[in-house]
């Protein structure tokens, strides 16, 4: 049974043209992250949720936004994409006390 | 800031050997590991989480160590077969936040 879903699996946008990447979760955990990872690179932590609070990554450019509407749902959204957001974007779950991090099976996000 | 070094980047292993992955991160004050496996275009599968009061963790033909006074974690798979072939990342939680720290990931393959 899936825990971490993620949709859509597979997205192309164009330049400058907004997208809206969904996970859901059925683990009831109240942390959700997003995650960038780029070829043959190591994940890259863009914001998480705590219960309803929001922390965003200093270094998380303005570009990407993220709503977390209830417990099971997470979004992110991509203003405006340029060719340097193309990656995978990878949506994660972690509750008390051992954070262990459950992760769904991303999002390629393509950018023509 | 924590830093998180996995050696070797790559590994090419005939199947049946016995292997050893390493980890190693800059800052000991952790609040627990984990190692991931990663297949390509997929997202990540946790296997092993170690607190930071635990030594090692052991799941069938895997077996986990931490040593957090030298900051380091090894990843030792027994009799390795061709469907070990996948990426294994490490990454620390630190003590405070919920961030996870990863490792650039070892990129084995298991030769028939």
């Known amino acids: 049974d899936a825990m971490v879903i993620q949709n859509p699996r597979y997205q192309v946008t164009q330049f400058g043209k907004p997208v809206t990447l969904s996970c859901s979760q059925t683990l009831n955990h109240n942390v959700m992250y997003w995650y960038q990872q780029k070829s043959s690179q190591a994940p890259k932590l863009l914001f998480h949720?705590?219960?309803?609070?929001?922390?965003n990554e200093a270094d998380t450019p303005d570009n990407f936004q993220s709503r977390r509407p209830n417990t099971s749902f997470c979004f992110l959204d991509i203003r405006s994409p340029g060719l340097g957001d193309a990656a995978m974007y990878l949506c994660?779950?972690?509750?008390?006390?051992?954070?262990?991090?459950?992760f769904g099976p991303g999002t390629r996000l393509t950018v023509t | 800031k924590q830093e998180v070094t996995q050696i070797p980047a790559a590994l090419s292993v005939p199947e049946g050997e016995n292997l050893v992955l390493n980890c190693s991160f800059t800052?000991?004050?952790?609040?627990?590991l984990q190692w991931f496996r990663q297949d390509p275009g997929k997202g990540l599968t946790s296997l092993l989480l170690i607190q930071s009061s635990q030594r090692e963790q052991t799941s069938g033909r895997l077996n986990a160590s931490l040593d957090k006074s030298s900051g380091r974690s090894t990843l030792y798979i027994a009799a390795s077969q061709p469907g070990d072939s996948a990426t294994y990342l490490c990454?620390?939680?630190?003590?405070?936040?919920?961030?996870?720290?990863f490792g650039e990931g070892t990129q084995l393959t298991v030769n028939p």
């Open positions: 994660a779950t972690s509750r008390e006390p051992t954070y262990e991090q459950y």
């Open positions: 949720y705590y219960d309803k609070d929001f922390n």
């Open positions: 990454a620390v939680r630190e003590t405070s936040g919920s961030r996870l720290t």
């Open positions: 800052d000991s004050a952790i609040y627990n």
